[in-house]
């Protein structure tokens, strides 16, 4: 094989592979939980199709290192050894080790470290734990052996199941010095009557060194209703077994276990790393041929009309056909979106560990409920949406959530509620993180934000607003400083990276009873439902999902405020107003109030009028990165090309209104 070739397969195994560490860790978190005793299986199973893959696939370190781990699953699901928390945890590391192992392999780095090194050890090691030394000897007597013989010979319809024998062969040679003698008693006499698609060769195979018949047996496992297999030991180990060596009461500093918060560590770096795949249901590939389909006849039909003169009869088919291929092209656009939207379950399934590993840190009690998994949002949304989810997770736990003996005292259970919910509305996703714990602490907010200059007091400020302090860069209330930040650290970070994505983020704080952060995001950033406004001679497109209204105004309508700023009333509200001519420098806009439009829009949780020349029509716009084929301008998230060919901008209201806001103060 090619290393290309290779290389792409490598590239299929790691994505599969990190899949099935995701289910072993959600398997050992269902089991620490007191799960069924079945999850063992589905963990012995994702770690022996990883074992088996590495082999296969060119990675003998990590072959090798998850054949301890398969050991001492084995033993678990054998019933010799008792599942305790001891051995989830050792597991539990041991998925974070093979993650970071497939990092390494990805970046063509060595894969094992000192810290590989250390677990591989920590593995072995367990295995000698838990039974007596006599025990132990009995079972080796059994079940280890210095040399075998395994005759395995595979049925003929074997390969039809996608199971290479060759492969299991060479997973073999990880125990062992292999010698291995084909059988021919099953070949065809003529080569005509040979059948490609079954297997007619069986082997006898000589194995030394020392190697448990577990251990042999497990390459088998998948296979072994596929063939006809015996393994008999050839020199049998009878000298008595070293005792047990005991467990390292902690690890050496060198080769320290990952931090408690393994689970934040790993959602983090999963938030920033876009994945190259995505996997698609049969029945969307199927929901595209058919839409294809229709294309070319609608096509076929159109081609008639190169030739020929077009009459009154003709000109009715040619807009027949005109809308058909309207409306396939509308419906093929939505079902190649269709294909980019994913599950959010692959972003809250993130979370278990990092609530585990730090509520444990913290000494918390903390119950995570998960709710809406299967709501689905664009991949691109999905891949940048994990960074903001992390901190707000870790700042709920830490500074939201209280202490058992906190939670007594105001009257609460020990263990508080931690919820990630996602559901759709019209156009948009929304993502509540919401806990049961202390909420925002009002006189403490204003303090600091009195005490920074933010603000000269706190009175006639609603809750709302002063929530929404705690998004000032660097703004905490926190007495002491943990590592898990205060709560406030970072949220002008989780701000940003939410408005970047086009959406927004408000706070519901009830002091005492809990907080619920709401992040609202558009489906897609690749396709926008939009108006397109006249300024001027420009061209501009207004989201559809950011406007509530347009309407005209007399000349009287506005008002003139201190600060050079102006004024209308909208449905017994005051709300300022933004000329998209003032704000991009347009020429030849209309200036009376009474000669244009007013679009009431909300963005970053404030609505605002934005004035324009006039609508022109909703379209659907392509958005191009403008940042990517010119560079970042504020209030503008992107670009798009209309039908005439001509280029406008798409606007971002939130970042229209930040950008304004900034005006008036400087």
């Known amino acids: 094989m090619s290393k290309a070739a290779l290389a792409q397969f490598q590239q299929v195994f790691i994505e599969e592979s990190l899949e099935g560490l995701d289910t072993m860790e959600s398997s050992l978190l269902e089991l620490d939980n007191g799960g069924d005793a079945e999850l063992v299986h589905t963990i012995f199973r994702a770690a022996h199709s990883i074992k088996g893959g590495a082999a296969t696939f060119g990675f003998p370190e990590m072959s090798s290192f998850t054949h301890e781990a398969e050991s001492l699953l084995d033993e678990v699901r054998s019933g010799k050894r008792a599942i305790d928390g001891a051995?989830?945890?050792?597991?539990?590391?041991?998925?974070?080790?093979?993650?970071?192992?497939?990092?390494?392999a990805q970046a063509g780095e060595p894969l094992n470290d000192t810290v590989a090194e250390a677990l591989r050890?920590?593995?072995?090691?367990?295995?000698?734990?838990?039974?007596?030394?006599?025990?132990?000897?009995?079972?080796?007597?059994?079940?280890?052996?210095?040399?075998?013989?395994?005759?395995?010979?595979?049925?003929?319809?074997?390969?039809?199941?996608?199971?290479?024998?060759?492969?299991?062969?060479?997973?073999?040679?990880?125990?062992?010095?292999?010698?291995?003698?084909?059988?021919?008693?099953?070949?065809?006499?003529?080569?005509?009557?040979?059948?490609?698609?079954?297997?007619?060769l069986g082997w006898t195979i000589e194995l030394k060194g020392p190697a448990r018949r577990a251990d042999i047996s497990g390459v088998f496992d998948w296979v072994e209703d596929e063939c006809d297999l015996s393994i008999d030991a050839r020199h049998v180990v009878t000298e008595a077994a070293p005792p047990p060596a005991a467990a390292p009461a902690a690890p050496a500093p060198a080769a320290a276990a990952p931090v408690a918060d393994a689970g934040a560590a790993r959602a983090q770096r999963e938030a920033s790393a876009e994945s190259s795949s995505v996997r698609v249901s049969i029945d969307k590939i199927d929901g595209l041929i058919n839409l294809v389909g229709e294309l070319v006849i609608t096509q076929s039909m159109l081609d008639t009309f190169r030739e020929g003169e077009i009459d009154a009869a003709r000109l009715a088919v040619l807009e027949q056909g005109l809308a058909q291929l309207a409306r396939h092209t509308r419906e093929l656009q939505e079902s190649v979106m269709g294909i980019r939207m994913l599950p959010i379950a692959s972003v809250f399934n993130r979370f278990p560990r990092m609530v585990r590993d730090i509520s444990q840190k913290l000494g918390k009690q903390v119950k995570l409920e998960l709710v809406g998994e299967q709501t689905e949002l664009d991949k691109t949304v999905l891949e940048k949406i994990g960074d903001p989810m992390v901190h707000l997770v870790r700042n709920a736990i830490d500074h939201g959530l209280e202490t058992p003996d906190k939670r007594r005292a105001a009257g609460k259970g020990d263990t508080g509620t931690l919820t990630l919910a996602a559901s759709h509305r019209g156009g948009s996703i929304v993502v509540e993180v919401s806990d049961d714990g202390a909420g925002l602490n009002r006189d403490a907010i204003i303090g600091k934000a009195v005490q920074r200059g933010l603000i000269s007091s706190g009175e006639g400020m609603s809750d709302e607003a002063v929530a929404d302090l705690i998004f000032q860069p660097g703004f905490s209330t926190a007495a002491v400083t943990t590592d898990l930040s205060g709560r406030g650290v970072g949220m002008d970070v989780v701000r940003r990276n939410v408005a970047d994505l086009g959406g927004t983020v408000t706070i519901r704080s009830t002091q005492g009873k809990g907080s619920v952060f709401t992040i609202?995001?558009?489906?897609?950033?690749?396709?926008?439902?939009?108006?397109?406004?006249?300024?001027?001679?420009?061209?501009?497109?207004?989201?559809?999902?950011?406007?509530?209204?347009?309407?005209?105004?007399?000349?009287?309508?506005?008002?003139?405020?201190?600060?050079?700023?102006?004024?209308?009333?909208?449905?017994?509200?005051?709300?300022?107003?933004?000329?998209?001519h003032d704000a991009f420098g347009c020429q030849d806009a209309v200036r009376g109030i009474d000669e244009g439009l007013m679009v009431v829009v909300e963005g970053d949780g404030t609505r605002v009028g934005l004035f324009v020349d006039g609508l022109i029509g909703q379209q659907q716009a392509v958005v191009k990165s403008l940042e990517a084929n010119y560079r970042r301008v504020q209030g503008v998230s992107g670009a798009t090309i209309l039908a005439d060919g001509s280029v406008a901008l798409i606007v971002d209201i939130a970042g229209l209104v930040r950008l304004q806001a900034r005006r008036k103060a400087a």
């Open 121 to 200: 050890n920590e593995l072995a090691a367990a295995m000698g734990r838990g039974a007596p030394a006599g025990a132990v000897q009995a079972r080796r007597n059994v079940d280890q052996a210095d040399a075998w013989t395994i005759r395995f010979r595979p049925y003929a319809g074997m390969l039809a199941s996608g199971n290479d024998p060759l492969r299991l062969i060479r997973e073999l040679g990880g125990l062992g010095e292999l010698t291995v003698t084909p059988e021919f008693d099953r070949l065809p006499a003529t080569l005509a009557a040979l059948e490609p698609g079954e297997c007619h």
């Open 87 to 104: 051995i989830i945890e050792l597991l539990l590391r041991t998925v974070d080790c093979l993650r970071a192992m497939f990092a390494r």
């Open 520 to 580: 609202t995001l558009p489906l897609t950033l690749a396709i926008i439902d939009g108006l397109t406004a006249a300024v001027g001679e420009e061209r501009y497109i207004v989201p559809l999902v950011s406007i509530v209204e347009s309407v005209q105004l007399k000349g009287d309508a506005v008002r003139s405020v201190a600060g050079g700023g102006e004024l209308f009333r909208f449905r017994n509200e005051y709300l300022p107003v933004i000329r998209l």
